[in-house]
C-alpha cells in the first residue's frame, strides 16, 4: 500500500509565501511521476505542477513564475514553493503521484487547505 501525506497549507496574506511538501511512503519502486493539482470551491480539480522521474515539469499558467515544483528522490518527497500569492490560489491542494510497486498505481492525497487574503 502506498500513501502521500501532504503538508504546509494554511492562511496567508495576498503577495506571501507558502511551501506545501508531500511524503510518499510504502511498498514503493521507483516514481514516475508528482504532482500537485487543486480544487477550488465550485471548480473542478484543476493540475497545478506536475514533474516527472524525467525531469520534465508542466505548470498550469496562472501560476508559471510563481510556483515551483520539485523533488527530493531519496525522502519520497515533492515540494511545491509557491510565492506571489494571489486570493484566486485559494484551493485544497492535493498530492498526486504515479508510483511503481508490483504494477503501476495512481494516488492521491488527503488535501491540504491553502487560504489567500486580500
Known amino acids: 500500500q502506498v500513501q502521500l501525506v501532504e503538508s504546509g497549507g494554511g492562511l496567508v496574506q495576498a503577495g506571501g509565501s507558502l511551501r506545501l511538501s508531500c511524503a510518499a511512503s510504502?511498498?514503493?519502486?521507483?516514481?514516475?511521476?508528482m504532482g500537485w493539482y487543486r480544487q477550488a470551491p465550485g471548480k473542478q480539480r484543476e493540475l497545478v505542477a506536475r514533474l516527472t522521474s524525467g525531469a520534465s515539469t508542466n505548470y498550469a499558467d496562472s501560476v508559471k513564475g510563481r510556483f515551483t515544483i520539485s523533488r527530493h528522490d531519496a525522502k519520497n518527497t515533492a515540494y511545491l514553493q509557491m510565492n506571489n500569492l494571489k486570493p484566486e490560489d485559494t484551493a485544497v491542494y492535493y498530492c498526486?503521484?504515479?508510483?511503481?510497486?508490483?504494477?503501476?498505481?495512481?494516488?492521491w492525497g488527503q488535501g491540504t487547505l491553502v487560504t489567500v487574503s486580500s
Open positions: 510504502g511498498s514503493i519502486a521507483s516514481i514516475m511521476a
Open positions: 498526486n503521484a504515479v508510483v511503481m510497486t508490483h504494477t503501476y498505481l495512481e494516488v
